[in-house]
């Protein structure tokens, strides 16, 4: 189970209580947190729900976890026109954009207040957006570079610019 992509965590063990199981600390004086399975797909823990991951991508370093979970599905853009967003990154129907990659790791980012994703007409050939989440709206915006650092040669200042898609899931 993937509960962070940087942090650890305690050492804890596992005991199996009935068909629940419960966290102990390691001298097993002190029950931390319940686990619960709820089907065949979710786990409690605690007071968060776990969801298992149908198709996982192990070549890739996050596994696909926000394609499927997140992101995968059909979408209606502002002219009405249908958009998909496959599990496997590719995009049918948003403008020039065919395949999609959120970002999970963001040790060198500035923060904008929105999510990362790279989009673009292929892999190599992306282009770096921020993206939020209101319930069934998916917003991507622009990310404008306000100062480029030639040294480095990346932006070295980006603020968020303006909305570039708006997008609401379609019930499946």
Known sequence: M???FHEGGAEMVIVKDGNRYQ???PELKTPKDIIEPMSPTRLRIGNQYFQ???HPDMGKYDWGILNEILFT???QNQDGKEVVFAIDGHIIGLDSVAYYQPHTDYTGEQDL???RISMGRSQENVRV??????KDTLFIYRIDCVQYDSIAHQCG?????GLRWKLQRMPA
């Open 2 to 4: 993937i509960s962070g």
């Open 23 to 25: 966290f102990y600390d």
């Open 52 to 54: 298992k991951l149908i």
């Open 73 to 75: 599905g059909k979408y």
């Open 113 to 115: 207040g929105v999510d």
């Open 129 to 134: 957006y921020g993206y939020q989440f209101d």
């Open 157 to 161: 200042l980006e603020k968020l610019g």
